[in-house]
């Protein structure tokens, strides 16, 4: 039996080749994912609506792989402990996707993404699946896109999903928005752990790291932080943090630190507060689609008419305010018409 050729070759849906584990498949989706939110692809052509009704199927239903947020200031060695944490998964039969965010020049647009190299992932393993992303200037350190990533990473049947951000302090809460768990990994000896202290950065984490503890001082940071949790009375029924030494290079505490996250997920199954944070994880989701699209409808149609950049113009000139540019913008889309002077 021949085969079937052309049209009938294409009846199996990308969503389909996706779930069978169809790692071409896998990788265009991720493309879609990222590009249909962030470069106003969808309704500028033919070709896009379909790309974009290709996707559809991918971005519904609950997400049933354990998400973990890998957060830290830049140089505590995230890409590192990412890829030895991955290899560790691997080794306990997990299929592990990993997003890595790096983030965008202001200027250029562009982005190194070399991540991989860190990382250090063997290239022949089908249960590891590696993706760098370009941040493209959001706040939080989280691109848009990550959201609906995740989501197809999750429908490729991977346990777990590993989220390196791109390290932005006190401002990278927006983990928390695509994330089970937030792992907050700590760099001994650059005073990181005076930066638990600050509230929005102990907060978002459930698993504390103090990493390259093969390091002079990472004892030292272990003792502070773990002081610092102590801090406060335990709340009965609460969450404990705990804290983690790792060294990724000579691949210790690993196990420990696969063994928290667990305990975390099974925590997170049976807490009176899963439901919460189910309800804010959708939230954050939300308000991505809704800035995707903002920019898909509203910026990129200012953009291809000049309005954009008259606006930036007058804004920097002194001739209008942000806001009045921006009630422009937005009439503008609300009414169809063109309100450009």
Known sequence: MREPRGAAARTVSLADRVRAGDRGALARALSLAEASLHDGVAGTSREAARACDELAPLLTGVVRAHVVGVTGSPGAGKSTLIGQLALELRRRGRKVGILAVD?????????????????????????????????????????????????????????????????????????????????????????????????GIVEIGDVMVVNKADLPGAHEAYRAIAGILHLSPPDTGAW??????????????????????????????????????????????????????????????????????????????????????AGLLLRQALSGQDLSP
């Open 103 to 199: 983030p965008t020049s202001p200027f250029t647009g562009g982005a190194v993404l070399g991540d991989r190299l860190r990382m250090s992932l063997p290239v022949d393993d089908p249960g590891i699946f590696m993706r760098s992303v370009a941040s493209r200037g959001q706040q939080g350190g989280l691109a848009l896109s990550v959201f609906a990533m995740v989501r197809v990473l999750d429908t490729a049947g991977m346990d777990v999903v590993l989220v390196e951000t791109v390290g932005a302090g006190q401002n990278d809460v927006g983990v928390l928005g695509v994330a089970h768990t937030v792992v907050l990994v700590f760099n001994p000896g650059s005073g990181d752990e005076v930066q638990a202290l600050k509230a």
């Open 240 to 325: 404990q943090i705990p804290v983690v030494l790792v060294s990724s290079t000579r691949r210790e505490g690993l196990g420990q630190l696969v063994e928290a996250l667990e305990s975390h997920r099974r925590y997170l199954e049976s807490a009176p507060s899963a439901q919460q944070r189910r309800r804010l994880r959708a939230e954050w989701e939300l308000r991505a689609a809704l800035a995707a699209a903002v920019e898909r409808h509203v910026v990129a149609p200012a953009r291809q008419r000049g309005l954009w950049a008259d606006l930036a113009r007058r804004l920097a000139d002194g001739e209008l305010s942000a806001r009045d540019a």
